[in-house]
């Protein structure tokens, strides 16, 4: 039931933009997106509800489309320091507190 | 302003050996989680603690045992060490009400 993630790594250029995508084969209640430099501690980013609309951070942004259960995370004009990997985390029903269940992660990499 | 600390940072494990992972929170959260971080496997969840007194198992809960000694830490128990336990173990807290998590830094564990 783990949610897979797509793609599993990019490389980018300073500058370029990429999306990161999280599906579920299960109906989800809300998609939560984290951020995790290398040796450090994964960082929250946004929540995405069933419902909801969609959610933007600075030049960084997500949507959660309902019918086909998938979240996508916008990064447009990327800077060195949104290299990282990003994991979504899921809910399936309300108010199940920080019980996500995550995807394996994207790994993404700024170059200047 | 210390958020989630986690001890130790590092530690190597004879196979069989037991140790605790200690975990304290001062946010004044409600619940607090354990997560294991392995390659190409995402976050797992080993076992939560809604609140103060009440403990429950996540989706890989075998081989450990945790207590929520009191609001703010939450201990995680290796009893009988294996080599599939080596992994970064990760300590998270979250308001009640909030499903997004903080987490702290991080325990790398290897078991020989």
């Known amino acids: 039931q783990q949610p897979v993630q797509s793609p599993q790594a990019v490389i980018l250029r300073e500058g370029e933009d990429a999306v990161i995508n999280c599906s579920s084969s299960k109906a989800l209640y809300s998609v939560h997106w984290y951020r995790q430099k290398h040796g450090e501690a994964p960082v929250f980013l946004m929540i995405?509800?069933?419902?909801?609309e969609q959610k933007g951070h600075e030049k960084i942004s997500a949507s959660f489309n309902e019918k086909k259960q998938q979240s996508s995370l916008y990064l447009t004009a990327s800077q060195l320091s949104y290299s990282g990997t990003y994991f979504c985390g899921t809910e399936r029903t309300y108010n199940q507190g920080g019980k996500l269940i995550f995807g394996q992660g994207t790994e993404l990499s700024v170059k200047p | 302003n210390a958020g989630v600390t986690q001890t130790p940072k590092f530690q190597v494990l004879k196979t069989g050996q037991s140790m605790t992972l200690q975990c304290a929170q001062d946010?004044?959260?409600?619940?607090m989680y354990w997560y294991r971080q392995d390659p190409g496997m995402g976050l797992r969840l080993i076992y939560y603690?809604?609140?103060?007194?009440?403990?429950d198992k996540g989706e890989v809960p075998n081989g450990y045992n945790v207590s929520r000694l009191n609001k703010r830490e939450f201990s995680l128990r290796l009893e009988s060490a294996a080599p599939s336990q080596t992994s970064v173990y990760f300590c998270a807290s979250s308001q009640q009400g909030q499903s997004w998590i903080t987490f702290g830094s991080g325990t790398r564990l290897t078991v020989v």
């Open positions: 946010m004044n959260h409600n619940s």
């Open positions: 995405l509800l069933k419902g909801g």
């Open positions: 603690s809604a609140s103060e007194g009440t403990t």
